[in-house]
């Protein structure tokens, strides 16, 4: 996964082109220590809901810091069931295909505190709250809005999920070079809805804060997190949205099929 600087609006933690380690090393020190299996997380939680996630293993008599990752907590919970994991795996993180229990959607998550349970497989059904981080996002009027703007073929069905790349790195059609190109952001989802609601949530440090606009989609509600510089312009709610993103989600229950 990853810190999402522009996201969260906190420009302020990239010193000359990287993550201000002074910084991260200070959060990391005030966190909250999660016991996992093989390591433990280390969570700074700010004001807005918004999740400093430190991923730690020991080495010998020593803690080291294996990941940084960013999550928001909020009240979008799905249902989903495991398929396949995806992308190269990493020490106490582990990127999901996943449906609904009906099989009718996918989508692909990366799945926070996941090393706090011993075991996901096929045969449970995760609850999840999720939220996203948009890194691009096209925003209409309405849904008739965006069909009017929308050639045919490009046309995603009202409230979709697609995991457009994951699917497209595998499509055999294609020339080598562009699957490759496709893999290299498999975990990044094409999501579409009406904007249900926009909140600001301010973090409690250094004056700043993002927005966080509600979206319906077919797995459920999803908030996106993100900044007003990545939109350029207000989003309100009645708007349609259109994002490119990646989906993180908190395991908060596993329940055997």
């Excluded at 010998?60 to 190269?88: E, F």
């Excluded at 998550?109 to 045969?123: G, L, Q, S």
């Excluded at 790195?169 to 926009?198: F, H, I, N, T, W």
Aim: glycine share 6%.
């Amino acid at each position: 996964m990853a810190v999402y600087v522009e996201n969260s609006g906190m420009g302020f933690l990239v010193k000359e082109g990287s993550l201000d380690q002074d910084r991260l090393l200070q959060w990391f020190k005030e966190s909250t220590r999660i016991a996992a299996v093989q390591g433990a997380y280390y969570s700074k939680l700010f004001d807005s809901g918004l999740e400093i996630l430190f991923r730690t293993v020991n080495q010998g008599d020593d803690l080291q810091i294996v990941g940084v990752d960013m999550h928001m907590s909020g009240r979008c919970i799905w249902q989903a069931k495991p398929l396949a994991t995806v992308g190269l795996g990493e020490p106490l993180l582990v990127s999901l295909l996943m449906t609904n229990p009906d099989e009718t959607c996918a989508f692909i998550a990366d799945i926070v505190h996941a090393a706090t349970i011993e075991k996901i497989d096929e045969d449970t059904i995760l609850s999840l709250q999720v939220c996203a981080f948009p890194q691009a996002m096209d925003v209409y009027d309405s849904r008739q809005a965006y069909e009017q703007a929308t050639p045919g073929p490009s046309l995603l069905e009202d409230r979709k999920l697609l995991p457009f790349n994951y699917i497209m790195a595998r499509d055999e059609k294609l020339e080598e070079k562009k699957r490759e190109g496709y893999e290299v952001q498999e975990k990044l989802m094409l999501a579409c809805g009406p904007v249900l609601s926009v909140d600001k949530r301010s973090h409690g440090t250094e004056d700043t804060s993002c927005l966080v606009a509600t979206i319906s989609t077919e797995m459920g509600h999803l908030d996106l997190v993100f900044s007003p510089s990545q939109l350029g312009k207000e989003l309100k709610k009645g708007a349609y949205v259109v994002a490119s993103c990646i989906i993180s989600a908190d395991v908060m229950v596993k329940q055997s099929l």
